[in-house]
């Protein structure tokens, strides 16, 4: 099932989510119905509360992206991994600023100031617990959904004068005056 997307503006966007229950019986529908969203929608990753979920739960997958876009190097192959409960234990490296967009914030795009690389802890889709370093553009994913499962949009990190100029479109966002490929969800 393909779920629609909650847009900005809606409440469940801005709540830090809540720890889910580890049941691989009630979260492999959630997570399968996640992953076909995100492929559908064509993003690279999906955190539940843009689902209208206020669980830790984010899907991504970073192979999937052009192999022409240059923010992903091409010695980096990407991977598809379910992030549940994830917590951040570290995020390293040099400052790198990289132009991002989000699938509830259609057609906005701007650039966000992010560490190279990142240790943190979660479980997969089997329920076993993993602490993994990434870096590069997995890295840069990963940081973007658990943003969101933080209540934290990538908009809300990008430079003033960039802000104001994308602030008239996030309020016709909110007033579900836009076009976008996908079905979604307004206030
Ligand atoms: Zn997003």
Redesign the pocket.
Known sequence: MIFPIYAFGQPVLKKKAEPVELSADKLQPIISDMLETMYFCKGV?L?AP?VGLSIRLFVIDSSKLNADDERKKKSEEGIKEVFINAEMIEESGNTISLEEG????PNVYGHVERKETIKIRYYNARMEPIEKEFTGFTARVIQ??YD?IEGI??VEKIKPLKKQLIKRKLEDIKKGIINSRYKMKFV
Request: hydrophobic residues 40%.
């Open positions: 990753g955190a843009q989000c699938l509830s914030i973007h959904e969101h949009l990538f």
